[in-house]
T-cell receptor, first 118, second 115 residues
Framework: AQTVTQSQPEMSVQEAETVTLSCTYDTSESDYYLFWYKQPPSRQMILVIRQEAYKQQNATENRFSVNFQKAAKSFSLKISDSQLGDAAMYFCAYRDIREETSGSRLTFGEGTQLTVNP | DTAVSQTPKYLVTQMGNDKSIKCEQNLGHDTMYWYKQDSKKFLKIMFSYNNKELIINETVPNRFSPKSPDKAHLNLHINSLELGDSAVYFC??????????????FGPGTRLTVL
């Protein structure tokens, strides 16, 4: 079974600085998707960024980028120019491409609580 | 226009009661899901439906019964509520399973408190 691990329960960053959140996963599949979701205090789950495992290029979305290391099974999220609105719980998630192995479920990590200090 | 909506957002009830949570999506997606987020914020899949057919049924007590009247709706009925059922329940939807990059979109969650 696939597992996702986020080893940093809490992180903090100063406004305007850069922070990196770590995520590792375990799978025997070669093709899959990885996601970062953000959950602010409103508890809405918001997609931040998505990476397809077959793509070597790291995904970027404005101030958010990932460092995807397939061999190491690592998928970290970098937030540049941190803003107060970035404060939230961040979840790393994994999804198999093959429907028959997972039913397209998302497997989540434990989450990292990010605090942004003014 | 809310893409994935859930009602109610808050539900407080007594042990032993039966309650339902409703979910609707207007994205035209074929697959819908229920996830449970426990007190430690851990999220785990409970069920998924593709076009009204059950695909995933995790090791969830049979007191939990999902029902999909059509592919835009997936409701969750819970019988004989227990204290341990207190959690936030999220509905989500996505395009056809296996479709390239099918991202799951989540509803706002329902916080269930069992007293």
């Amino acid at each position: 079974a696939q597992t996702v691990t986020q080893s940093q329960p809490e992180m903090s960053v100063q406004e305007a600085e850069t922070v990196t959140l770590s995520c590792t996963y375990d799978t025997s599949e070669s093709d899959y998707y990885l996601f970062w979701y953000k959950q602010p205090p409103s508890r809405q789950m918001i997609l931040v960024i998505r990476q397809e495992a077959y793509k070597q290029q790291n995904a970027t979305e404005n101030r958010f980028s990932v460092n995807f290391q397939k061999a190491a099974k690592s998928f970290s999220l970098k937030i540049s120019d941190s803003q107060l609105g970035d404060a939230a719980m961040y979840f790393c998630a994994y999804r198999d491409i093959r429907e028959e192995t997972s039913g397209s479920r998302l497997t989540f990590g434990e989450g990292t609580q990010l605090t942004v200090n003014p | 226009d809310t893409a994935v909506s859930q009602t109610p957002k808050y539900l407080v009830t007594q042990m032993g009661n039966d309650k339902s949570i409703k979910c609707e999506q207007n994205l035209g997606h074929d697959t819908m899901y229920w996830y449970k987020q426990d007190s430690k914020k851990f999220l785990k899949i409970m069920f998924s439906y593709n076009n009204k057919e059950l695909i995933i049924n995790e090791t969830v007590p049979n007191r939990f019964s999902p029902k999909s009247p059509d592919k835009a709706h997936l409701n969750l009925h819970i019988n004989s509520l227990e204290l341990g059922d207190s959690a936030v329940y999220f509905c989500a939807s996505s395009q056809v399973p296996g479709a390239s990059g099918s991202t799951q979109f989540f509803g706002p969650g329902t916080r269930l408190t069992v007293l």
